[in-house]
């Protein structure tokens, strides 16, 4: 199968959506990376990601049951699918390759590879 390349956004909204399991959803994950990353992100930046990485195969959504905090509405529901795992796999390998082709000068001491 192609290879289908993610932005570094929809990459991060992607782990999110793997680390959050059955808790995914765009509020849920829009916190999450508020508070993993300490970046400054909006809910329709999540939302649209969220339509591009399902687009692409990489994630599936469903509705859950009405919730009473929401006013008996539904949440939808994100998962990763395992062409998601493959490409965040994929991407991982790249990353620690290219790190390890780095020379020692250059790397930060505490990097984590």
Not at 51 to 62: A, P, Q, T, W, Y
């Amino acid at each position: 199968m192609k290879r289908t390349y993610l932005g570094e956004f929809e990459e991060v909204v992607l782990l999110m959506v793997a680390i959050l399991d059955d808790r995914a959803y765009g509020v849920n994950i829009t916190h999450e990376i508020i508070d993993q990353t300490g970046r400054d992100v909006r809910l329709n930046q999540v939302h649209a990601s969220l339509h591009r990485l399902e687009e692409k195969g990489m994630i599936s959504s469903r509705m859950s049951d009405p919730t009473p905090e929401r006013g008996g509405r539904r949440k939808r529901i994100f998962k990763i699918t395992a062409y998601g795992v493959q490409t965040l796999q994929e991407i991982q390998g790249i990353r620690s390759n290219l790190w390890n082709m780095m020379p020692s000068s250059l790397k930060p001491s505490n990097a984590i590879l």
